[in-house]
């Protein structure tokens, strides 16, 4: 799946701006233009635009509508491409069906055909949350029941383009890079009706350093992509009628004993679980706010991410791949807390698997030539301690495993002795919350927990334990001398502690404090204007915590 790109082949626009949008029933049809309802911004949530708590908290459809005029060149094949739209969407051209999307995290990429001087493009959104969605959910009698701790934003959440490419395209580059020797390949599949191809690996300065006609390339002595240094080279593809350029790093990935390695050596990983989160855009992806983030990432020193609990934009994948920060790609498969046998209809069920599995499939379809993205997780959280998860997740993880020639993991809540989906990673990840969801506000017995924590883990598996989450509610600018729970002092003691434990394991390969920064949730008596275990503000502020870790991983290495 390439992303749309502008050269003399091709041709990109886009129709983000202000869009009217109306709340709708379920026999809302769009023969007819949009008459009532209100506007709204794309991209941007509608849920943090609107002041009416009856359509800020809508369960069900909303139409979003807008109307737009392009020039027609010959020779071109038009094509609308929505980045996100939260959760199911259907697509309609002048009242007529283009296609839908499955899932509120993946583009929807969609032929246009019977364009007219004028048009009437109409995205139907459903933001209801079934078994038979990812994230998972539940309805009862019209109300959302939700099992994840993050808000159920609804809207188009990332850029509206479209685009040409031409009749007789590159339709996909899958980019494979083998690092060995004096020499390392590159191994370009170019899906492609065209007859002429010509293949020109490009160094960051724009000189030509391996040219072929065929698939493979070799290229002597070249700069490795990693976090210290994330060196991207560019593959030139063309054709007698189509050209598309993309980016690429050289880098190797694999598990051994108790390391993760990249380029053969050790990598420990300093970073977070994050949301796409902000104010007023919601989910809106949004350049500045991508930028602040990156820039935050470097100078508190880390070197990765978790896309928790879902892919994150393209674009933030590409900053990645520039600001060199590993990325633990996962998809949106959050709140499977229940299955078929236990909870008959409402359960978990073979639909599910293959939802769950296309959207493995589209995830690789869409990152896989990203060099940032160092690891696939295929859930977080899930009730991998029934009976159900042992068949579902071997499914799902060796499904994973045949796309990607990288680690796979999931994400685990229950311990060690009780799941049945760990056997199948080659990295076992796991969240803890010693000390704030058991024995709150008591600091001191989180080292001696989250060690004996990590050994268990350890002693069963033998494979390198990433701790993807651990952290506590600390509200900026509460302070307490000796520390309390919500107070700054008490994030920094907390971290301090948790530490201790991660430098007392050798087998444990990083720690990803949850979370970056404050997120929206749904109302309840813990969440005070949402979840507040940001190391960073909402508005990307330093929290104490935030210094301290800042002043640790500036000494691992």
């Known amino acids: 799946m390439l992303y749309p790109q502008s050269n003399r082949y091709r041709w990109v626009t886009n129709l983000n701006g202000i869009w009217r949008f109306e709340a709708v029933?379920?026999?809302?049809?769009?023969?007819?233009?949009?008459?009532g309802g209100g506007l709204t911004a794309v991209p941007a949530s509608m849920n943090e635009l609107v002041t009416d708590p009856s359509i800020s908290n809508h369960v069900g459809r909303v139409v979003y509508e807008r109307e737009f005029s392009i020039p027609q060149l010959p020779e071109c094949e038009y094509r609308l491409r929505l980045g996100a739209v939260s959760h199911?969407?259907?697509?309609?051209?002048?009242?007529?069906?283009?296609?839908?999307?499955?899932?509120?995290?993946?583009?929807?990429?969609?032929q246009l055909e019977k364009l007219s001087e004028k048009n009437r493009l109409t995205v139907v959104i459903d933001n209801r949350l079934t078994n038979h969605t990812f994230p998972a959910g539940r309805l009862k009698k019209e109300r959302q029941i939700i099992n994840h701790d993050f808000y159920n934003f609804t809207g188009i959440h990332r850029d509206v383009l479209i685009y040409t490419r031409p009749k007789r395209c590159i339709q996909d580059?899958?980019?494979?890079?083998?690092?060995?020797?004096?020499?390392?390949?590159?191994?370009?599949?170019?899906?492609?009706?065209?007859?002429?191809?010509?293949?020109?690996?490009?160094?960051?300065?724009?000189?030509?350093?391996?040219?072929?006609?065929?698939?493979?390339?070799?290229?002597?002595?070249?700069m490795l992509w990693s976090p210290a240094s994330p060196y991207l080279y560019t593959l030139a593809v063309e054709t007698e009628s189509d050209r598309y350029e993309e980016r690429f790093g050289i880098r190797r990935v694999e598990v051994k004993g108790d390391s993760f390695l990249l380029n053969g050596e050790p990598i420990y990983f300093k970073g977070f679980g994050m949301h796409e989160d902000f104010f007023l855009l919601g989910k809106g992806n949004n350049g500045a706010v991508n930028i602040r983030n990156f820039e935050l990432?470097?100078?508190?020193?880390?070197?990765?991410?978790?896309?928790?609990?879902?892919?994150?934009?393209?674009?933030?994948?590409?900053?990645?791949?520039?600001?060199?920060?590993?990325?633990?790609?996962?998809?949106?498969?959050?709140?499977?807390?229940w299955w078929e046998e236990n909870y008959g209809e409402n359960g978990i069920d073979d639909t599910?698997?293959?939802?769950?599995?296309?959207?493995?499939?589209?995830?690789?379809?869409?990152?896989?030539?990203?060099?940032?993205?160092?690891?696939?997780?295929?859930?977080?959280?899930?009730?991998?301690?029934?009976?159900?998860?042992?068949?579902?997740?071997?499914?799902?993880?060796?499904?994973?495993?045949?796309?990607?020639?990288?680690p796979i993991t999931v994400v685990e809540f229950y311990h060690a002795e009780e799941t049945l989906a760990s056997q199948f990673a080659d990295v076992i990840c796991i969240n803890r919350y010693f000390g704030w969801y058991y024995d709150?506000?008591?600091?001191?017995?989180?080292?001696?927990?989250?060690?004996?924590?990590?050994?268990?883990?350890?002693?069963?598996?033998?494979?390198?334990?990433?701790?993807?989450?651990?952290?506590?509610?600390?509200?900026?600018?509460?302070?307490?001398?000796?520390?309390?729970?919500?107070?700054?002092?008490?994030?920094?003691?907390?971290?301090?502690?948790?530490?201790?434990?991660?430098?007392?394991?050798?087998?444990?390969?990083?720690?990803?404090?949850?979370?970056?920064?404050?997120?929206?949730?749904?109302?309840?008596?813990?969440?005070?204007?949402?979840?507040?275990?940001?190391?960073?503000?909402?508005?990307?502020?330093?929290?104490?915590?935030?210094?301290?870790?800042?002043?640790?991983?500036k000494n691992i290495k």
């Open 25 to 35: 029933g379920d026999s809302y049809s769009p023969a007819t233009p949009l008459q």
């Open 88 to 110: 199911r969407c259907e697509v309609f051209l002048n009242g007529e069906k283009l296609g839908e999307g499955i899932n509120g995290y993946d583009p929807v990429d969609l």
């Open 173 to 222: 580059v899958i980019i494979q890079t083998v690092v060995g020797g004096n020499y390392h390949r590159v191994r370009a599949e170019v899906h492609t009706s065209c007859k002429r191809l010509h293949l020109t690996v490009l160094d960051r300065d724009g000189k030509a350093v391996a040219e072929s006609d065929g698939g493979e390339l070799w290229i002597s002595e070249p």
């Open 297 to 337: 990432l470097k100078w508190i020193h880390a070197n990765s991410i978790r896309t928790s609990h879902y892919p994150y934009s393209e674009e933030i994948l590409s900053l990645a791949d520039e600001y060199g920060i590993l990325v633990i790609d996962e998809v949106p498969a959050v709140g499977m807390n």
């Open 352 to 406: 599910t698997l293959a939802l769950h599995r296309e959207l493995i499939k589209r995830l690789h379809a869409r990152d896989k030539n990203h060099p940032s993205v160092v690891m696939v997780s295929v859930a977080n959280e899930a009730a991998t301690n029934e009976a159900p998860a042992k068949a579902y997740f071997e499914n799902v993880m060796g499904y994973a495993r045949e796309l990607w020639a990288l």
């Open 440 to 553: 709150h506000g008591d600091l001191s017995v989180i080292e001696e927990q989250m060690k004996n924590e990590l050994c268990g883990w350890h002693d069963r598996y033998q494979r390198p334990i990433l701790v993807t989450e651990f952290g506590c509610d600390t509200v900026e600018g509460l302070h307490a001398l000796p520390a309390e729970s919500f107070s700054e002092e008490f994030q920094w003691a907390y971290f301090e502690a948790c530490g201790k434990a991660f430098d007392a394991c050798p087998f444990c390969i990083g720690e990803h404090p949850w979370a970056f920064a404050d997120f929206k949730t749904k109302q309840g008596l813990t969440r005070v204007r949402g979840n507040r275990k940001g190391v960073f503000t909402k508005d990307r502020q330093p929290k104490s915590g935030a210094r301290y870790l800042r002043e640790r991983w």
